[in-house]
């Protein structure tokens, strides 16, 4: 359970800000997309391929 301690005088909105940088560096709503529904591990191999071949065509028109 990911919970922040609120200290005297402290901004709420600056609190919140802290909750949410935890909230994603955990990973928990990456985690939870990636299990609502299955995917076959040949579909993932491909699209992991796919997003790396786009990945690097970017690399290699940002050098041009």
Sequence with gaps: MIGVTIQNNENIDRALRRFKKK???SGILRD???RTAFMKPSVEKRLSR???AR???KAIMEME
Excluded: D
Aim: cysteine-free; hydrophobic content about 15%.
């Design 23 to 25: 909230y994603e560096r």
């Design 32 to 34: 939870y997309k990636k």
């Design 50 to 52: 796919l997003k790396a």
């Design 55 to 57: 990945r690097q065509q």
